[in-house]
């Protein structure tokens, strides 16, 4: 009984090492920032290289809380681009069954010396705006992005009493280079 107990366990402690891993949020390659173009789309005036979404759910007393966690990679070639790192994350706030918390982000740059510079999203430049009786949005940009910028940001949704998922877009405008698996 001892051995397979232990046997059990070693099993599902490998299943999680041998788990596939993303890129980690707060670090970067500093060939994504070296990049001049997309390379499977010459044209694109920005990528994303990164677009990562969790649900989960919790009981928490009488009700269930689900949590959505999203971060997003996002490498600019243009100034065409720029306005995407002015992040609006709508939500519906009416009883207040829903908040936006956790959210943080990163500016990359190379520097004149050939370095990584990293700068952080600074928490007195995250606001929430009202759109009307019942929608309010999280309203943030990206600090220090310019074309060749890399900025990347994550934050999490949670909903009280919902079971129901919120709509979950697979495509964006411009190209999408890994989505996790």
């Known amino acids: 009984m001892r051995f397979t107990v232990i046997t059990l366990i070693y099993f599902f402690l490998l299943i999680n090492v041998s788990a596939q891993k993303g890129p980690s949020f707060g670090k970067i390659d500093k060939a994504e920032l070296e990049s001049k173009e997309c390379p499977y789309d010459k044209s694109a005036e920005a990528e994303c ?45 009416k009883g207040n069954n829903v908040n936006v918390l956790k959210i943080s982000g990163y500016t990359y740059n190379i520097n004149d010396n050939g370095e990584v510079e990293k700068t952080e999203l600074e928490k007195n430049a995250i606001y929430r705006q009202k759109l009307n009786e019942y929608y309010d949005e999280m309203v943030f940009s990206l600090p220090k992005v310019k074309a060749g910028s890399v900025f990347e940001y994550k934050y999490t949704v949670v909903k009280k009493e919902a079971l129901e998922l919120d ?13 996790p698996v």
């Open 167 to 179: 709509n979950w877009v697979f495509q964006q405008s411009i190209p999408v280079k890994r989505k």
């Open 49 to 93: 290289l990164y677009d990562y979404g969790e649900v989960n759910y919790f009981i928490n007393g009488d009700y269930l809380t689900n949590e959505r966690i999203i971060w997003a990679r996002i490498k600019i070639y243009n100034d065409k681009a720029l306005d995407r790192a002015n992040i609006k994350v709508p939500f519906y706030s």
